[in-house]
């Protein structure tokens, strides 16, 4: 099973960076799929996660109505659009696969892990 994150950088606060993850090795369509992140000195933390057929969308409440994640089931990909970003954004962000998972939110739901793509906001 590979995970593979794209799309980080850096950019100035209030910009925009599309994360995208590729995964292969899995029946990505039966997959709940989420990210999480972690900055320097903190624990990893949730940021988005979606159902497998995308019906059901979670955020954490520091990004909502900023980020929006999706997937596309035939590329075997999911997104994390990320609008109005800010320095407290900066973070390795990850992208995640569970078989099974109830509250979407939980690090131990998930089954597989990306290698991370690091995301740095600028003030």
């Known amino acids: 099973v590979q995970l593979i994150e794209t799309g980080g950088g850096l950019v100035q606060a209030g910009r925009s960076l599309r994360l995208s993850c590729s995964a292969s090795?899995?029946?990505?369509?039966?997959?709940?799929m989420g990210w999480f992140r972690q900055a320097p000195g903190k624990e990893r933390e949730f940021v988005a996660a979606?159902?497998?057929?995308?019906?059901?969308?979670t955020y954490a409440d520091s990004v909502k109505g900023r980020f929006t994640i999706s997937r596309d089931n035939a590329k075997n990909t999911l997104y994390l659009q990320m609008n109005s970003l800010e320095p407290e954004d900066t973070a390795v962000y990850y992208c995640?696969?569970?078989?099974?998972?109830?509250?979407?939110?939980?690090?131990?739901?998930?089954?597989?892990w990306g290698q991370g793509t690091q995301v740095t906001v600028s003030s």
């Open positions: 995640s696969a569970g078989e099974r998972a109830t509250y979407l939110v939980r690090s131990d739901e998930y089954d597989y």
């Open positions: 979606m159902t497998w057929a995308g019906s059901i969308t």
């Open positions: 090795g899995i029946t990505f369509r039966t997959y709940y």
